[in-house]
């Protein structure tokens, strides 16, 4: 069962269907389902923006210390298609989680610091570390940080690296790296 709502170019671009197979219910926009409720009440969007990328053997970065952007060459999963290469774009205007989680290899204990950051169109969020603390270079360690950004349409956001001092020995670990995020509200 349906209602479909249209106009003279298209008369069902819009639509309302429930399925009597599952009980389900969807909500059409421009031609594409754009949500469902299952028969239990779970909602899902198959078109909200979300996005899980890690670096792939080819993206690694390996002996880096000056200011560079990390690339992410494996696309787990980039619902909506708003991810490419290091950059996410928002597609609309909104609040949107963003996650940074990297496993360094080769933290350089004689650098004055590592500094990290998710920079956005409006503002960035950072992550740093001292490594002198350190008795001898860690082999590997994790950076972990995330942040609620408000982001306009077509604002980007990727991570950025900066090393003041040391060695250029940082690896970015291929293996438990990853960015994500999606639509919050």
């Known amino acids: 069962t349906r209602i479909a709502f249209g106009d003279s170019g298209d008369n069902d671009i819009g639509k309302i269907v429930y399925a009597h197979s599952d009980?389900?219910?969807?909500?059409?926009?421009?031609?594409?389902?754009?949500?469902r409720i299952s028969s239990d009440g779970a909602v899902t969007k198959p078109l909200q923006p979300a996005f899980l990328v890690s670096p792939s053997d080819a993206a690694a970065q390996n002996n880096i210390s000056s200011t560079t952007v990390i690339t992410f060459g494996d696309e787990i999963f980039d619902q909506n298609a708003?991810?490419?290469?290091?950059?996410?774009?928002?597609?609309?205007?909104?609040?949107?989680?963003?996650?940074?989680?990297?496993?360094l290899g080769g933290l350089d204990a004689d650098a004055n610091y590592h500094f990290f950051q998710i920079e956005t169109s409006n503002r960035n969020y950072q992550w740093i570390?001292?490594?002198?603390?350190?008795?001898?270079?860690?082999?590997?360690?994790?950076?972990?940080?995330?942040?609620?950004?408000?982001?306009?349409?077509?604002?980007?956001?990727?991570?950025?690296?900066?090393?003041?001092?040391g060695a250029n020995q940082l690896d970015i670990e291929t293996g438990g790296s990853f960015f994500s995020g999606f639509l919050a509200c």
């Open 129 to 165: 570390i001292d490594p002198r603390a350190f008795d001898a270079d860690a082999v590997y360690w994790p950076a972990a940080w995330s942040a609620l950004a408000d982001m306009d349409a077509n604002d980007t956001a990727y991570i950025k690296f900066y090393q003041d001092g």
């Open 82 to 103: 708003d991810f490419s290469g290091y950059t996410f774009t928002a597609p609309v205007t909104g609040k949107y989680q963003l996650n940074a989680s990297l496993r």
């Open 23 to 35: 009980n389900s219910m969807a909500f059409v926009t421009n031609t594409a389902e754009a949500l």
